[in-house]
């Protein structure tokens, strides 16, 4: 027994302490100073909008929907992701703001997790872009 919980007990801090580092990192509601600094390095262009569409179609539609609108069929039950065409953003409406959600996910709880290890950066500015597109005006 004692061997086993020699095992268990270590990886089990281990995990507490990636999840903490983890849910650190993500975006809160009211925005981020750091993301209000940043600047898009991606130029809005017909070419970057279908790229980011089609980024967004394939890590983002499960759960914001097709149309970006919050309606995603597999969105964690209790959960309201965001409608994304709309005017509120309140995780903060920058360009980089909006880049730091996807990247870093967003909290306070673990709501979304981040993209960082799925998207490259100019894959997730091309997101961005997508999503200003679509955006209310």
């Known amino acids: 027994m004692r061997r086993v919980s020699t095992a268990v007990v270590p990886a089990f801090a281990l995990c507490c302490v990636a999840l903490l580092s983890v849910s650190a990192g993500a975006q809160n509601p ?3 100073a750091d993301g209000k600094k940043m ?7 017909a070419d970057s ?7 967004f179609q394939k890590n983002c539609r499960f759960c914001h929907g097709a149309d970006a609108k919050g309606n995603g069929p597999m969105a964690p039950e209790g959960t309201h992701p965001s409608n994304l065409t709309d005017d509120k953003w309140d995780r903060g409406s ?3 703001e909006i880049f730091l959600v996807i990247r870093d996910g967003a909290g306070p ?5 981040g993209y960082k ?4 950066e100019t894959d997730i500015w091309n997101v961005v ?4 597109s679509v955006q209310a005006k």
């Open 30 to 32: 009211g925005g981020s």
């Open 39 to 45: 600047k898009n390095p991606v130029a809005s262009s």
């Open 49 to 55: 909008i279908k790229a980011g569409q089609a980024a």
């Open 94 to 96: 920058t360009d980089g």
């Open 109 to 113: 709880k673990f709501e979304m997790k």
């Open 117 to 120: 290890s799925k998207m490259s």
């Open 129 to 132: 872009n997508y999503l200003r």
